[in-house]
């Protein structure tokens, strides 16, 4: 049966040399379905008899290389002989691409992830563009699962495997350099010259990448043993097995058959078909697919600022600075206090030390952020956030200073965490230009920024603010002004019956374990030690006045005695060269009761948003909340996850709850909208 070739073009050059070209019809992506798999396929059939020169696979598309499988296939899959078949399609392909005996060179040019990168380890040879725009890496992890298409089989046969299962268990992205460090690409050129690299390496056929002698003696089977025992303890201390089972199969697939190809091939399959099968897998693209609508809210080349103006210099508003920069943007940072201001540089430093690896790529971005103590910046600036401390009074003052100054197109924005937009607006002569900018700390590491809007934000502003997020590389989730927006509004009673469970008595350690073991990335008391007892204070009394939350009184105790937590060295936890000393022998108390009391919060008062419109629709609530707060990927986010325990199940028990401690845990209204 003949297959139609839509996705690949072939075209032989002067030299004999086959460039065979991926370009994926009506999408501005390349990934690898079961359709291209099987016209590359055919393709291959047509090389064997055709036999060119040699062969390089290159992208027609100017976002990239290959993005990877087509992780929509994945749900379609509903047992494991269906996974197995999937898979081997791949396999088989790659094997074949391989075992071709004319040279093959994968030309990568923007981003190569997963089956893409499998794609590049089944070709001779692999040259990279030495540009930015270059990642290189197998993030399968991420969802759940781990390479399947070879990938695993041929990374640890040419990369030193401390460098390949690194990458792989990591899920990161590397630069052209740093794959070319590890062996990952053979070489890196600029654009001008990787055609014509591409093509002489096919030509002249210098010897292929094999294992250097290091890698060689970590595989030797004891010394493998060893590093993969190693490596799973490293892994325990971000993802538990019960949780996140992928990297852990990784591992065993790597030192329970290194050494048999056919084998390791093998298993390297059966592996994933096994973990497609779980709810893990399931959520966790769930996840990669709310990721990337939340990317898909704005157009960047709507709006292009070249100038950020930032007013604060306390540890968000420094922070944002500092990121902004580091995004390649000038940056002006100002503040009455010269202290806060120097302050905010040194915290920049450490960023850019941690972000770069070379001094010119430190003191750029340094010099892209300007202190700025008298406010020049105003006048010049596209955006303007004002980032201090939660006071209207002291914000009306500002804008009231601000707006005469600023461009008559410049966007106004607010990181206020709980002030209403609306009552912040009053003092402005053109509140249309108003907008809520809300980041969430710390800055470098949260990915989520909500855009907050009142009913006279105009709609060129709001596109204005999902462009400039998308621009320094965050998530924009369009929420409705109200008290706490949709994060802290949500969060907040969960950290309170925290504490309200540490007023009862319960320790610490008992109540982050709870959390901990539900999969949340951090205890809530440990949290509200982290953000500061002075500010989870001061948000909970704001939105005690529009929600009915009970400050809890132990919360009081520790504000007015300076026990703020991580910054101060005393919390809820003592702080010991910034860790948390925990005791070890503390009563665990009822786990399941103390993890149902906390989460069961958060869910209740998720439904209450989604009564009250917060956001326009449930998948964009479980988005804010997973990439806002960290709540546990793989459960897809908490309406997910209700979804999948079941809002009835959910109801009786919180209204057990209700009788046993009280009506904050009356089921909402909401519930009646989740199922729909």
Known sequence: MSIAISDWQTHTDDKGVLWLT?????TETNVLSASVLDQLNALIDQIIEQKPVAVIIQSGKKSGFIAGADVKEFLDVTNKQEALIMIKRGQNVFTRLEALSCPTVALIEGFCMGGGTELALACDYRVALDDASTKIGLPEVK???????????????????LKSLEMMLSGRALSARQAKSIGLVDLIQPARQIKRAAQQMALTKPAKRTLSWPGKVLSLPGIRNLLTSFMKKQVAKKASRQHYPAPYALLDVWCKHYGNRKCMMEEEANSVARLIQGDTVRNLIRVFFLQTRLKGLGDKKSFIPKHIHVIGAGTMGGDIAAWCALRGFSVTLQDREPQYLSNAMQRAHKLYARKYKTTHERNAALDRLIPDCNGYGVAKADIIIEAIFEDKDAKHAIYRDIEPRMKPDAVLATNTSSIPLETLATVLKNPERLVGIHFFNPVAMMPLVEIVKTAKTSATTIQQAIAFTLHIGKLPLPVKSSPGFLVNRILMPYLVEAITLYDEGVSPEAIDKAALDFGMP???????????????????????QAYDIKVPDGLEKFVTNKHLGKKTGRGFYKYKNGKPVKDRDADLGDQKMIQNRLIFRLLNESASCIEEKIVADKDLLDAGIIFGTGFAPFRGGPLNYSLNQGVDTITETLRQYESRYGERFCPVQGWKLIEE
């Open 143 to 161: 969802l759940g699962i781990h390479p399947a298409f070879g990938g695993l089989v041929r990374s640890t046969e040419i990369i030193n495997p």
């Open 22 to 26: 991926f370009d994926k019809q009506k």
């Open 522 to 544: 951090m205890g809530p008391v440990e949290l509200a030690d982290a953000v500061g007892l002075d500010i989870c204070h001061s948000v909970a009394e704001n939105l005690s």
